[in-house]
């Protein structure tokens, strides 16, 4: 199937910091990957569209508690720095990505 632009534009930040961050997997809560799509030009996005994409598109769920994870924010000059952060964290594999990119169009 195709994907719209935001999935699209959520795909490519979790490449874009694995790749920059040469990350096996990566772990982020939705309002992460609202920062990044919001960085990449994606407005007027909510939250419960990056949580319907992630869990009944791409069938992830979330950690059941709050865990630490590690929170990757990307900079206005497109630099990444990473901080420990707590919360329902989703997480990918780089070999998870490659799956979703050989079954879909991306």
């Not at 790749?19 to 982020?28: D, G, H, Q, Y």
């Not at 809560?29 to 319907?52: E, S, Y």
């Not at 059941?64 to 990473?82: H, R, V």
């Not at 964290?89 to 780089?94: A, D, E, G, I, L």
Request: hydrophobic residues 35%; proline residues 2%.
């Amino acid at each position: 199937r195709n994907r719209n632009k935001l999935e699209l534009e959520m795909y490519e930040a979790i490449q874009y910091i694995m790749e920059a961050k040469n990350l096996e997997n990566i772990s982020f809560c939705t309002v992460d990957m609202l920062n990044w799509v919001n960085f990449r030009g994606m407005k007027n996005i909510a939250t419960v569209q990056i949580k319907q994409y992630l869990q009944a598109d791409w069938d992830l769920k979330p950690s059941s508690n709050s865990n630490a994870y590690t929170q990757y924010n990307i900079l206005p000059n497109g630099n990444i720095c990473e901080r420990k952060n707590r919360g329902r964290f989703y997480q990918v594999s780089h070999q998870y990505l490659t799956k979703l990119d050989e079954n879909d169009e991306i």
